[in-house]
């Protein structure tokens, strides 16, 4: 067994892990990167790429039935599922020489094709190495937790690992799970011409604003995507083609195909955590807001630290425990100015808390503030009217921000930047957009916090009759 000593090492070659090793390599530290499965992880293999891929090619079908209000007559389109799913494979492999062992490579990174595990505290076993390190980062991602529903052990299902290398179109999709995985899948699938029914066990976007989720459902439904909510399953059977799914009422529905959509799994199992003094949960590495394990030399980031399940969180990430492992610097990561999107369409967005969550944070020091899309003009010129933006500001700053329209997920940026910079709500108001563009709708929204104050106030009124009189 050869050994290594190195400066830092990664356990896990996905969006958190890959994004340490570039930037602690090029600040000239030593690291060993050990990935155990493809390069790239979740990400880039079978979650955010893929499912957008599949998104963009459900879009040009969608709009091709949708054409008839601008002057367009609606064609059924003809798909071509297999050819879809090259198209996501072509995409994937766009973006791989990015997150590739030979780029790694060449910018300095030992890189060892492996499944790590720790076998004391400072040292991890990959493959034919033992790698001695200063300090080492747990970066190894979720996995599709498939709860133990009575019958799933004989019955044939997808989860995001599986799906898009589906290459027959399914007549009838079942989705369990009304998440950001079950949501985007369950719409993408519609607009390729699958009947699609998802069985949620609570509400579809719970972790959303239940009025912004509700108008992207709506247009979901209106689309013919069947959507059962409160509907916990409670039993699956039959076989490929011919799927049963148990609603705990006793409604039972069929359908051809069965995707799991009910949540990640971090993915711990063999790792050694104990070895190493690593304390952990069944949702991740026990660390605080440095990102720091029980064992002061060992890390989490990404899915694995238990937070927050996103690409770009696990980016963030990244900066926070560079910051400490190269500079000795402290750093702290926050979840406040974080942003999320869900890529349906409507998209649905959000920083900070909700108005409910605000609400109970600021009580009555809380005043939203809302502009419904149907009142911008590009979104009425685009037909693209549903849709709202709340803004949740405490003593003249946001706080939270939800937007259920069109690019939500573009429009969000402002506000996280906002928000991370603990920026004004007249900034955001006294700021010249180009017109029309829907990031006008953040715009309204925040002058809607002075036009009470400027617009009904009796104050203001007599201001402006006594300066009239008297302004030459
Ligand atoms: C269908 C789907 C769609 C998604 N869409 C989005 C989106 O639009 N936007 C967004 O921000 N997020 C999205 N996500 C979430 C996003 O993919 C994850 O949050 C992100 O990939 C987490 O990055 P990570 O570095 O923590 O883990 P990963 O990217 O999962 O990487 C972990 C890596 O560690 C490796 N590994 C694990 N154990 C070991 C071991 N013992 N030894 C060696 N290697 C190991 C794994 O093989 C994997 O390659 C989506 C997820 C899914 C499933
Ligand atoms: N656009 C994005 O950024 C994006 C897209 C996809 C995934 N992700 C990430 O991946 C994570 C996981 O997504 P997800 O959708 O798998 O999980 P999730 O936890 O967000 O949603 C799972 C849903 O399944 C339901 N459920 C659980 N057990 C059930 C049962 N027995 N019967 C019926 N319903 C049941 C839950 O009530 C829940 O609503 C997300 O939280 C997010 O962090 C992000």
Not at 409 to 437: C, D, H
Request: glycine share 12%.
């Amino acid at each position: 067994m050869e050994m290594i000593e190195t400066d830092i090492c990664i356990i896990g070659a996905g969006s958190g892990g890959l994004s340490i090793a570039a930037g602690a390599v090029q600040m000239g530290a030593r690291v060993v990167l050990i990935e155990g499965g493809e390069m790239g992880g979740d990400c880039l293999n079978a979650g955010c790429v893929p499912s957008k891929a599949l998104i963009a090619s459900a879009k040009h079908a969608h709009a091709m039935t949708t054409g008839a209000a601008f002057g367009i007559a609606p064609v059924t389109p003809e798909i071509d599922f297999a050819a879809v799913k090259d198209h996501v494979a072509e995409v994937i492999a766009g973006i791989a020489p990015l997150d590739s062992q030979e780029r790694f490579e060449g910018l300095g990174v030992r890189v060892i094709r492996a499944w790590a595990k720790f076998t004391g505290p400072k040292e991890v076993e990959a493959g034919e190495y033992r790698i001695k390190a200063r300090r080492f980062v747990v970066a190894t991602g979720s996995h599709p937790f498939v709860p133990p529903i009575p019958g799933i052990e004989a019955v044939p299902y997808l989860t995001n690992e599986t799906i898009f290398a589906q290459r027959e179109r399914p007549d009838h999709l079942i989705v369990i799970g009304g998440g950001p995985i079950g949501m985007e899948m369950a719409q993408a699938h519609r607009r390729l011409g699958c009947k699609v029914t998802v069985v949620e066990g609570a509400k579809a976007f719970g972790r959303d604003d239940p009025e912004a989720a509700a108008v992207v459902l709506t247009a979901m439904r209106n689309e013919g995507v069947e959507v059962l909510e409160d509907a916990p399953v409670v039993r699956v059977g039959g076989q490929e083609g011919a799927i049963e799914v148990e609603i705990k009422d006793g409604r039972v529905v069929h359908g051809s195909h069965l995707l799991m959509a009910v949540g990640r799994q971090v993915s711990l199992d063999g790792l050694g955590l104990e070895a190493a003094g690593v304390e952990f949960t069944r949702k991740g590495v026990t660390v605080g807001a440095d990102l720091r394990s029980s064992n002061p030399k060992v890390y989490a980031v990404g899915d694995a630290a238990g937070g927050l399940q996103f690409t770009h969180v696990a980016g963030y990430h990244a900066g926070v425990v560079i910051r400490q492992m190269l500079f000795g610097l402290p750093s702290k990561a926050s979840t406040a100015h974080i942003p999320w999107a869900t890529y349906t369409d409507p998209e649905l967005a959000q920083v900070g808390p909700t108005e409910v969550e605000a609400r109970k944070i600021h009580g009555d020091a809380l005043t939203v503030l809302r502009f419904e899309f149907a009142e911008n003009d590009r979104a009425r010129a685009m037909r693209e009217t549903e849709g709202l933006i709340k803004v949740m500001v405490v003593k003249g700053r946001p706080v939270g921000v939800t937007i259920a329209g069109a690019q939500a997920g573009e429009l969000i940026g402002l506000w996280a930047m906002a928000i991370a910079a603990k920026i004004k709500i007249s900034a955001i108001a006294g700021t010249v957009l180009p017109y029309p563009t829907l990031s006008e709708v953040s715009k309204r929204a925040a002058g809607a916090y002075f036009s009470p104050k400027l617009f009904d106030n009796p104050m203001v009124k007599r201001v402006v009759g006594v300066v009239q009189r008297y302004l030459p």
